[in-house]
């Protein structure tokens, strides 16, 4: 009795298996690498979709910088619409991937070595996405330059008390670094494709992956370089998860608009990033796992243990919410307090209880193991909480707006067909990126992937 007690609770203790299935070093690289080898139907069809939403981006851009501005649906007093809307949405879900493979790194957390690649690739595609909106919305793009710190012949020198101006140098910065991090995590696998496109025969394939693997030959030298760049790295953005997304939430928070003007802004912003950025990782890994068949290197203990983090980040974002009502309630502020009772009941109830229902509401099915490890439910949940985190970036630009400090100054807004077309235009873009990544890269690190395994194990 005591023995098979024992065996239980060694059973518990026993880490899970990060690759299952019978691999060997070699099987691996064959399995990971082989959707860089053809291109199949279904790829077409999608990378067709891509570029069609891509031309129409491009065309409603076109329109915007001849026509100006009036073609999107801002008013007054709603003077920030769509743009600012889809430009905090974008950039929230670059979070997962500095989070999943830096933080996670750091602390050792080895089942990231499955995701982290998909994770990195979607930061940068969802960062480009948002740093399209700074620039356009100013409404003058041609004088985005003023943006810069440049010193000019005009003495005009950019505001740097401008949340805006913040704005940028964030997203450079956290575009670097990630971009960097990316690339020098990549190099050991170039260098995979790089030798098997040599066997191939694949001159052009041969050449291009040579020059972006720099000579890379699996020597103990670059190893050791690379892992120590690796590290260096992963500390340097480490705090860029926490920094970015508050300058984000500085947009609002530094204000005095009643529903703006809140110093939980910098928390609550973050961790909402983190969870719209897992829930989106989650949505197409789940869709490149069925696809490419690599349910054995993306097991069903990676969607647990994401799923965990989506329950974890939404239990926090549920938290804020209920803070913001408290603090309005206890400041004793009448304009804060109608600014959170209208977003509750007021014209624009629908958009918050949307908000409320998929950000709070749904995750907590994940209390639940078997919800935990249904595919199909992780899959609702994932889009529910994209959808909902979405309409929390509304909820906070267009209540806080809708109702000023004067009854006279009250309006509506609505989206035109423009605001709609562009915001479906840069899923063009980020989907455009992102397939052409699954062609041409191995969307799991290959390297990292084989570090994991028992094989690796010296002992």
Same mark, same amino acid.
């Given at each position: 009795? !005591? ?5 239980? @609770? %060694? ?35 999608? +990378? ?5 939403? *891509? ?8 329109? @915007? ?25 974008? /950039? ?13 790194? *750091?602390?050792? !957390? ?20 948002? *740093?399209? $909106? ?5 409404? &003058? ?27 940028? +140098? ?107 950025? +897992?829930?989106?990782? *989650?949505?197409?890994?789940? =869709?490149?796992? !069925? ?25 926090? /974002? ?22 959170? #009772? %209208? ?20 995750? !907590?099915?994940?209390? $639940?193991?078997?919800? &935990?490890?249904? =595919?199909?439910?992780? $899959? ?5 909480? %994209? =959808?909902?985190?979405?309409?929390? &970036?509304? #909820? =906070? ?33 980020? +989907? ?28």
């Amino acid at each position: 009795m !005591q023995e098979t007690s024992a065996t239980a @609770l %060694n059973d518990k203790l026993k880490r899970a298996t990060l690759v299952e299935g019978d691999y060997s070093f070699d099987k691996v690289s064959e399995v990971i690498t082989r959707p860089t080898r053809s291109t199949p139907s279904w790829w077409l069809i999608a +990378f067709t979709g891509a570029l069609s939403a *891509l031309t129409l981006y491009g065309v409603t851009v076109a329109l @915007l910088v001849y026509e100006g501005t009036g073609v999107w649906g801002v008013n007054n007093p709603i003077g920030w619409g769509y743009a600012i809307i889809n430009m905090v949405w974008w /950039v929230g879900i670059g979070h997962a991937g500095t989070l999943i493979s830096a933080v996670l790194f *750091l602390c050792r !957390q080895k089942w990231r070595t499955s995701i982290n690649r998909f994770a990195e690739a979607m930061t940068l595609f969802a960062v480009i996405c948002a *740093l399209q $909106f700074p620039a356009l919305h100013v409404g &003058r793009p041609w004088l985005a330059y003023f943006m810069f710190p440049i010193p000019n012949q005009m003495d005009i020198w950019p505001n740097f008390r401008s949340p805006l101006l913040w704005d940028l +140098f964030a997203f450079s910065t956290y575009f670097l670094t990630s971009f960097l991090f990316w690339y020098v995590g990549l190099i050991p696998d170039l260098a995979v494709l790089r030798d098997k496109a040599a066997r191939a025969g694949k001159k052009i394939a041969t050449y291009l992956y040579g020059i972006f693997s720099v000579g890379w030959r699996g020597a103990n030298r670059h190893w050791k370089n690379y892992e120590r760049a690796y590290l260096i790295l992963a500390g340097i953005s480490t705090p860029l998860v926490l920094s970015v997304h508050s300058i984000v939430s500085f947009d609002f928070a530094v204000s005095q608009i009643p529903g703006w003007h809140t110093t939980i802004f910098p928390p609550y912003f973050v961790a909402g990033a983190i969870f719209s950025g +897992f829930a989106l990782v *989650l949505t197409l890994m789940i =869709i490149a796992r !069925q696809i490419y068949g690599f349910k054995d290197f993306v097991t069903m203990y990676h969607i647990d243990t994401m799923n965990k983090f989506l329950l974890a980040t939404g239990t926090m /974002v549920g938290y804020a919410y209920a803070m913001e009502f408290f603090i309005a309630w206890y400041s004793g502020n009448e304009y804060e307090r109608f600014a959170f #009772v %209208n977003r509750a009941f007021g014209p624009y109830s629908w958009a918050y209880w949307t908000m409320f229902s998929c950000n709070v509401f749904v995750p !907590q099915i994940f209390w $639940f193991k078997k919800m &935990r490890r249904s =595919i199909v439910v992780a $899959f609702i949940v994932s889009i529910l909480v %994209n =959808i909902g985190m979405w309409f929390e &970036r509304f #909820v =906070i630009v267009v209540t806080s707006l809708h109702r000023d400090f004067l009854p006279a100054s009250w309006g509506y807004y609505s989206p035109t067909w423009v605001d709609i077309c562009m915001y479906i235009g840069t899923f063009g873009l980020f +989907f455009t990126l992102f397939l052409i990544f699954l062609r041409f890269l191995p969307m799991i690190a290959i390297s990292e992937v084989k570090g994991v395994m028992p094989e690796a194990n010296p002992h």
